[in-house]
């Protein structure tokens, strides 16, 4: 079971083959990144956009010696069109933003005809490493899903469920958070929480141990969780948490990150390949865990 991010480079290593990485609209910091996945052999990059521009780029960079592919595309405007098309079509194993903004990034790749979503829905799952302990715990929709209700987080829980097992978390224990751990109508987190936790009884999620509603104190202290009247194996040792909506998610996700100085990465889920998004507070270093997160998908 992969309990640090150097485990989870490693397991990538550890893969028998290279998976294709394409990229549009390149720059440099994106080369280093990408030098680095390719050097630790996790990856074979294939760059699409501006022929002679990225040429120049790879020339000064350390990809310069390493295995590569320039993917020349004359249309600027349909850079990135061409780089999900390669994804979409098999030529190509990942998909990593380059330079594109998040919004164009997003709407490209979850087109319904021509983008890379699986279903009806992607979530975006952040991985965080504990300090001073070997355990990843995974808060999910931290980025896509503004205000999802009982069916959308049946499927982010699946999707989080699914990569906890690629992680070799096998019984996950899954704590779905709101503003009380008791249920009550007036607040729709609770009862949404509260269906969940009866389909993990009834083992709706597999092997997943799904408790909730829980507020924050008794998802992290089992000593809180009791002084509530509250008796589960997930509180105090929680591998998956499931927030209630985008504001939750997306803040708890910076709060970790800048105030409490953990290590995140992040993949989105629900895609037919693995997509990597540029989210501003990963970390240049941790963008290197993120194509190894990829690669295992």
Do not use: W
Request: proline share 3%.
């Amino acid at each position: 079971m992969a309990g640090t991010f150097a485990d989870i480079i490693e397991a990538a290593r550890k893969k028998a083959a290279k998976r294709r990485l394409a990229i549009s609209s390149v720059k440099k910091s994106d080369l280093e990144i990408i030098s680095k996945a390719a050097k630790e052999g996790l990856i074979f990059p294939v760059l699409v956009g501006d022929g002679k521009a990225m040429e120049t780029l790879v020339k000064k960079s350390h990809l310069a010696s390493l295995e590569h592919e320039i993917m020349d595309v004359k249309d600027a405007g349909g850079f990135l069109r061409a780089a999900v098309a390669l994804v979409r079509e098999g030529r190509a194993d990942m998909l990593m933003q380059g330079a594109e903004d998040l919004k164009s990034f997003m709407k490209a790749v979850l087109d319904a005809n021509t983008g890379l979503l699986k279903g009806k829905l992607a979530s975006y799952v952040s991985v965080f490493q504990l300090p001073k302990s070997d355990k990843l715990v995974l808060v999910t929709d931290t980025f896509v899903n503004n205000y999802p209700g009982v069916t959308e987080k049946q499927v982010i829980l699946e999707q989080a469920i699914n990569l906890a097992g690629l992680l070799g978390i096998e019984a996950p224990k899954v704590a779905v958070l709101a503003a009380i751990e008791q249920v009550n109508p007036s607040i729709p987190s609770t009862l949404d929480a509260a269906v969940l936790s009866k389909m993990g009884e009834r083992k709706q999620f597999g092997n997943a141990i799904v408790e909730g509603p829980l507020d924050i104190d008794c998802a992290l202290s089992h000593v809180a969780a009791a002084r509530k009247g509250i008796k589960s194996v997930v509180t105090g040792n929680v591998d998956i948490y499931l927030v209630p909506d985008i504001e939750s998610g997306y803040l708890l996700a910076q709060s970790l990150v800048f105030i409490g100085k953990m290590e995140m990465a992040g993949v989105l889920m629900g895609m037919t390949k693995p997509v990597i998004l540029n989210i501003p507070f990963v970390s240049r270093g941790n963008r290197l865990v993120e194509i190894a997160l990829a690669s295992l998908i």
